[in-house]
């Protein structure tokens, strides 16, 4: 591969030559820079983007209606080399995992916004995850698999999912000033009942949209029988669960071309867990009870311009963007606990808090340039954005025999309030350019683009955090800057066949949760910050060839991505390296975040349909598809010599559907097989066996505004594990850049963690 700076040097190159052209060719008509042609083809859940030198995949609003997606993992069940990362109970889903990266490797924009990092250690009772949007407010999601894209943030290693929020216009026309729709919703696989509606009013060109939904359910069900009240439960703990979302969108397209944009979004969940499968178990500490309340909550505002036909020179079309979103994620917990050594019981009550602030603002141009042999499309552009995090831990504990109240030692297991790191400001800021380059009569596109991030992260020195034993010497201040280009190629061969291939380099500097968390429990385990932790790169090459005709679709793509400097939060220490404060509170072990060397991911993945109707006017509206995604993955482990697997790749996965489609209705038959998860770094872990589920969906339309849609899912009750749940759940440390520890649950019941049997979902919605 070219070095670092020489193919920047190249792509910059590449990029400036066609400013220069602008000069002369400013004068022109300019065409619109949504011109050029993209042509999607459909697939198992989603639809793949042609034209472009990457894999890139959208799920629309129709996919996720039929399919009766509810959460993260039903989004993306049937999508190839993408999974879904979190548990089933208290703490619910987290992320996505693509091509084998997962948590904050992965960014998640809702309407370009991101979404707040992934944090959590299990011993507080705090654990935030990502998965802060409802499916209903989306009219589509696109999935871009890797740093793709120099307008994409290089801190996506593992790709970016795109949330793309409801239009007024997606359900206003002429003629149709007022829309008005009610969906109710039900599964059995938690017990859930949903309810959404949907109000529009205006037109298309000066238009409101509001979209609410309320869900309530229950714990998801599973395979486990034992339902005793301590450890050896393997029937899922009770709780209740609720979520409630509120979208509200204003659009106004002014005579010119001009759009402007207002748009409030807001999230909140509920969970309230007895958390039964914590009991009995012999420890330092016995649980006589646990009971948790968990609210996540999403606030985001914002407001924007487009200026389609604006004729500058230099832009044709330009977009801009101003938000501003809080995320927080609060958790009560309530535990007796009885201290052996102490010969007493203490009632705990924890109270932990984690709110991220983000302020940001983001300028797209766009031009143009068409004529002669060679056509182009530029963009470029910069953001910049601030978040505040801020976490802590609170709490007291009654003696229950003498009725003392302390927020210290032993009443609680340390001294009380905490910080788990110290209040702080990240600062990023960007630039970024890229080109289009049609040639060969549009057969031969060429896309080059590069991206500066600068990254700034400054710690508050005067918060109460450094007061603490667990704090190291050398936090402080901590800026990263760097180029990151990419490359793509893709050709025409026949006007059905494109073949492509791209290189991209991604950057993600060390997060706040990977540089300065800090914890220790005595006798138990501690959390070391690391102010030297490097940012991590990467370097990936991926080919793949792909068609569309009348008859069907196909694409199959190879990938080769190496990473240097691996962000690795839950490395066990050796006691040489052990914190004085460590080895006094004589602990069973000491994590921090480090820098593996290198590690590296490589795979493949295909995609293919067959429309039946083209052989035959008997079979029309059937259709075959199906696709499988393998990968596998390595890391070099500080200190070590050789290779060892890396856990969080997904194990080969492939699906098989048939469906029918007639006008007012239509079904849909899905078989999904998984691998053995064999390959992991250790023989303590759980090796997932591999399955294979059927799954069912229907949908009718008797009338024009009645819509009833049907799933039954694991017909065959099979019972099986999602590796996303395990990877991503109990299994894990703080690790990935996931910032999830469950090191004191490793030994949970193994059948407490199977996915749901054979459940129904149904939903029907009218519009008025």
Known sequence: MLPKNVLAALTGAALACPLVALAADAVAPAANADDLPRITVTAIGSAFKFDVPATVSVIDRQK?????????????????????????????????NIRGLDGNRVAILTDGVSASS??????????????????????????????????????????TVRYVTKDPSDYLRAGKDVYVSVKERYSSADRSL???????????????????????????????DIDSTNYLRTRPDPLSQNTTSVLGKYVHVAPTGREDRVTVDMYRSNVSTDVLSALGQASTTRLLTDQADDR????????????????????????????????????????????????????????????????????????????GSVEQRIAYGMEVSRTTPTGDLGGEGRDIRTGIVSSNTPYMPENYPLRFFPKNDTDRYALFAQDEIALLDGKLRITPGVR??????????????????????????????????KLGVSYSATDAIEVYGQYAQGFRPPLYNELAVAWGTPRLYGIVPNPSLKPETSKGVEFGVRGNGDLGYFSASAYYNRYRNFIYGGYTLDRSQWPQWALTQNLLIVMQAVNFPKATIKGVEASGGLRLGTLSDALQGWRIEGNLAASKGDKQVVGQSGWSPLNSVDPLSAVLGISYDAKAWGVELLGKGVRRKSRLDTSAIFRAPGYATIDLYAHWKPTESLELMGGFTNLADRKYWDWGSLHGGVLTNVAMGGGVDDAQVRNAQIERLTMPGRAITVSARYTF
């Open 452 to 485: 500066w991030d600068h990254y700034a992260f400054k710690p508050d020195m005067s918060d109460p955090y450094y007061n603490s034993s667990f704090v190291q010497d050398g936090l402080d201040n901590v800026t990263k800057s760097r180029f990151s280009p």
């Open 194 to 224: 949903g309810t959404s509606l949907t109000l529009a009013g205006g037109t298309p060109t000066d238009g409101i949209v509001f979209v609410a939904d309320h869900r309530e359910g229950g714990a998801l069900n599973n395979k486990g």
């Open 64 to 96: 996720m209606d039929r399919h009766l997606v509810a959460d993260i993992r039903d989004l993306v069940k049937y999508e190839p080399g993408v999974s879904a990362v979190g548990t089933a109970g208290r703490w619910g889903l987290d992320s996505f």
């Open 118 to 159: 992934s944090f959590g250690f299990s011993t507080t009772g705090m654990r935030a995850g990502r998965s802060f949007v409802d499916p209903d407010t989306l009219k589509s999601v696109e999935i871009t698999r890797g740093p793709a894209s120099a307008l994409d943030p290089s801190d996506a290693l593992g790709g």
């Open 296 to 371: 996540a909550t999403r606030a985001r505002f914002s407001v924007g311009q487009r200026y389609a036909n604006i004729e500058l020179g230099i832009v044709d079309r330009l977009e801009w963007d101003v938000y501003w979103q809080k995320s927080e994620t609060e958790s009560t917990t309530r535990t007796l606990a009885n201290v052996p050594s102490r010969n007493a019981t203490y009632d705990r009550l924890y109270l932990s808090n984690l709110d991220e602030r983000l302020y940001g603002a983001r300028l797209n141009l766009f031009k143009s340039i068409t004529g």
